[in-house]
């Protein structure tokens, strides 16, 4: 059997390989930026395709490596660390494409990506409750792998890195509005 609960160095290991993964993964792609190797937009697409399809690879090999306790390990810890890549890959985003409402839109859009944070226990749960195969194992993989799969596809084809129309500051003035820099200061005496 396998406790991974006994093991707290093997429970850090794929949190450690996602902070290493994406602060690697932004210096790496940075340094290229800086070069003019890539362009922004082609950085964020080369760093999602990194983190979404080679977690999804990594996930279902974890499947087939059996009761080898270490490679199960090693795979998973890729995948997640190869997922860490997504950081500077599209999360970035937000800032990229609204400036003033980048913190909004990562609200927004985080809200949704924690779904399956809890969801996951109970799909896990319901799939291997007195059935601790090896085969519902697999289900949960390619599950989770399709998840990658299709999130990486999505954010491909609608990925942006310009500044949206709807997010640049608005050049009239309403006048229903009192502009900060339009108040007389009151001098102090």
């Known amino acids: 059997g396998f406790n991974i609960a006994e093991n707290g160095l093997l429970s850090a290991l ?15 792609i ?4 800086s070069r003019d190797v890539l362009d922004t937009l082609s950085s964020r697409r080369l760093l ?8 999804a690879i990594f996930l279902i090999i974890s499947g087939f490596v059996g ?4 490679a199960a390990v090693a795979m998973l810890a890729l995948s997640a660390g190869f997922g860490g890549l997504s950081t500077p890959g599209f999360k970035i985003c937000h800032i990229e494409i ?19 944070g809890f969801l996951a226990p109970e799909i896990i749960g319901a799939l291997t409750n007195n059935n601790q195969t090896r085969e519902a194992w697999m289900t949960i993989f390619w599950i989770g792998a399709s998840i990658y799969v ?3 596809i999505v ?22 509005v009192i502009y900060l820099e339009e108040v007389p200061r009151v001098q102090r005496e």
């Open 30 to 33: 940075d340094a290229l930026r």
């Open 48 to 55: 999602t395709s990194l983190g979404q399809f080679l977690p």
């Open 155 to 176: 954010v491909l084809l609608f990925l942006r890195t310009d500044v949206q129309p709807w997010a640049k500051a608005s050049e009239q003035r309403s006048a229903d």
């Open 150 to 152: 299709f999130g990486g």
């Open 67 to 70: 009761c080898n306790r270490a």
């Open 98 to 116: 609204a400036p003033r409402f980048g913190g909004i839109l990562f609200g927004i859009t985080n809200t949704f990506g924690t779904i399956p």
């Open 14 to 28: 794929s949190p450690l390989t996602i902070w290493v993964f994406t602060v690697a993964g932004g210096w790496i």
